[in-house]
């Protein structure tokens, strides 16, 4: 299948990438897998036999009402929790079939709503914001943008840096919750050729 090049000829891409089915259900398992990954996992609460303070009863067994043993109980205020919150991972298995299926789902829906755009390249050789932001001005890229460059040069890093909404990754750091959640995903030719030996 072919691909338009912003001012330059289309391009000739493997349909199995950019014109693949798109499977809802397996993007969003792949997507929350890997929003879930980025989780620390690390809250911590203390149980009642882990606070610190004394365990005397604080009244005597009968005449006083309820009984009870000490104030680290979780019924009482500043007691211990009674199914308190441990460190864990929030890890979950995704196999590298299914990462790659769902990449190709995201890209060819993305490519069938109009939101990726190919160029031959950003042409970047300084790192000026007004270049940068005049170059996206042309290309009608607004919103959330995503910038995808084979080699994603310092100049092109930082020269989006003060642009809001603008971020720019490599071929190996494109991920499927940034492509989902950019209006519009500009790459390269050569992006798009490292793309299809990757997923193809």
Do not use: C
Request: net charge positive; glycine share 10%; charged share 20%.
């Amino acid at each position: 299948m072919e691909i338009n090049v912003t001012d330059a000829a289309p391009l000739q891409v493997a349909e199995v990438v950019f014109g693949a089915e798109f499977n809802e259900n397996l993007v969003h398992q792949v997507v929350v897998a890997y929003r879930a990954a980025g989780r620390a996992g690390t809250k911590a609460q203390l149980t009642r036999s882990e606070m610190s303070g004394t365990t005397k009863k604080f009244k005597k067994q009968k005449g006083g009402g309820a009984r009870h043993g000490d104030y680290r109980a979780p019924i009482f205020v500043g007691g211990g929790r009674a199914f308190a919150a441990k460190p864990r991972s929030f890890e979950q298995k995704v196999n590298r079939k299914m990462y790659r299926g769902a990449m190709r789902s995201i890209l060819a829906e993305l490519n069938r709503q109009g939101r990726l755009q190919v160029i031959p390249g950003f042409g970047i050789e300084q790192p000026k914001t007004q270049g940068l932001a005049g170059k996206l001005s042309q290309l009608g890229a607004a919103g959330h943008v995503l910038l995808v460059d084979d080699s994603a040069a310092d100049a092109l890093y930082l020269a989006a840096r003060n642009l809001p909404h603008v971020h720019v990754v490599d071929v190996a750091a494109m991920n499927p919750v940034s492509l989902v959640g950019a209006d519009r995903v500009v790459m390269t030719v050569e992006s798009v050729k490292k793309i299809e030996a990757w997923l193809a």
